[in-house]
């Protein structure tokens, strides 16, 4: 145990030395390809149209209840309220080349602020019949060029447990449309291969208000703050994060690299920005706003989540900003990062680092370019043209109705 200890003190003050010596040169640009996406301007290369819709699917749930506009799901209002004012946006829908629905499918809350996604699938069904009875749009492609916000842990499959959102699939009516949604798995049956994967919410003024100067020296070593057992929804232990994060818990609870804990101190933001590698396990779905958190922080993220897609991950290098752990690797998490060597942390520090990195991350008020707004506008123009075989033939059809739960054909 001794030897552990000394070896860790070292390892400690060569981390952070070198971490502090980063102040040298503090940004880097994304190289070839990515770099030019994430810095790409989509005005001018695409139209939307937004839908008007009677105020029960948007504006009178979120006066219902105005804690939709903080919680992590919350880009489905903001994506509305930006692109009312967008200028990519068209009154005529003859010319669009997409359309938007604005609807809120997670503003429906329990008492303690967790979204309801039982309701969703029966929102989303009216929202649909009344664009395709009111516009013509919709029936000539059955969606194919419109795009659906759809937040939930598990997208437009509905529920937030894996077992039951496999269960369900993605809802029929969406099967053709693109999703702009925060859960992203290969291979998974709740993420089309269309869709577009972004980041989840995470507060930017929030987060801006808790800044430190960028001088201070990253003096933690592994940071996490979180979750490790659902007791309330998992009493067993066994399926919340796949045991991820119990692993990490057992394993590194009493190693003096690892700061790690359930409480959620006050000074969550500022530890972040003292930290080297913030931990980035899955939860129930693979992701969480400790993503954005860390890379708006600087903060190295350890992704933990087996087959993970990331957001924008055709414009943001994860493979060189972050860390990927299998799940089944976890119990080797010390061995994994202290192996890392001083010049590889250094340039990630630097590239995250960028200001176009962190951009990206975020939906600011109002919005800027290169933001998360933008690069889901980047996403949706590099989809165009529209392939011709999107068009149906009159009478034709290819989505079922009635298919799905029976629950779903109840009136919203």
Not at 12 to 31: G, P, Y
Not at 336 to 351: A, C, D, G, N
Request: proline residues 9%; hydrophobic residues 40%.
């Amino acid at each position: 145990m001794k030897i552990r200890s000394c070896l860790s003190a070292i390892l400690l003050f060569l981390f952070f030395s070198a971490s502090s010596s980063e102040q040298n040169v503090r940004t880097e640009r994304i190289s070839g390809s990515a770099g030019d996406v994430l810095e790409d301007n989509p005005v001018g290369k695409l139209k939307v149209f937004v839908y008007e819709l009677p105020s029960k699917y948007n504006k009178k749930l979120l006066q219902k209840d105005p804690r939709c506009l903080t919680h992590m799901f919350a880009a489905e209002i903001f994506m509305h309220r930006f692109l009312l004012s967008s200028p990519v946006r068209t009154r005529n829908p003859d010319e669009a080349d997409w359309f938007y629905t604005p609807i809120y499918p997670t503003c429906d809350l329990t008492p303690t602020g967790l979204p309801l996604p039982f309701k969703s699938p029966r929102m989303m069904r009216s929202a649909i019949q009344l664009i395709s009875s009111n516009w013509p749009y919709w029936n000539r492609t059955e969606g194919a060029d419109h795009f659906f916000v759809v937040p939930h842990d598990f997208g437009a499959c509905f529920h937030y447990q894996e077992e039951k959102a496999i269960e369900r699939g993605i809802l029929p009516l969406l099967q053709r449309a693109t999703l702009v949604q925060t859960f992203g798995q290969r291979n998974h049956v709740c993420l089309d291969e269309g869709s577009i994967t972004i980041p989840p919410f995470a507060p930017p003024q929030k987060m801006q208000a808790h800044f430190i100067p960028p001088d201070i020296p990253r003096s933690i070593f592994v940071y996490f703050r979180g979750l490790f057992y659902d007791v309330n929804n998992d009493p067993e232990g066994g399926y919340y994060a796949r045991g991820a994060r119990a692993a990490v818990w057992e394993n590194f609870k009493n190693n003096p690299l690892f700061d790690i804990s359930t409480d959620h101190p006050t000074t969550y933001y500022e530890d972040m920005q003292r930290a080297i590698f913030c931990l980035c396990p899955l939860g129930w779905a693979p992701w969480s706003p400790r993503l954005v958190e860390a890379v708006v922080f600087g903060c190295i993220p350890v992704i933990i989540a087996d087959d993970i897609v990331l957001p924008f991950a055709d414009a943001i290098p994860w493979e060189e900003i972050g860390v990927f752990v299998a799940e089944k690797d976890v119990p080797e998490l010390d061995t994994i990062l202290t192996s890392i060597p001083t010049e590889v942390i250094l340039r990630k520090q630097r590239l995250l680092a960028n200001p176009s990195m962190k951009r990206a991350m975020l939906f600011p008020q109002p919005a800027q370019p290169g933001d998360a707004f933008h690069q889901i506008l980047n996403g949706l123009a590099r989809k165009l043209p529209h392939d011709k075989s999107i068009y149906l033939k009159a009478g034709e059809k290819e989505l079922n109705w009635t298919a799905g739960p029976v629950g779903d054909l109840k009136p919203w």
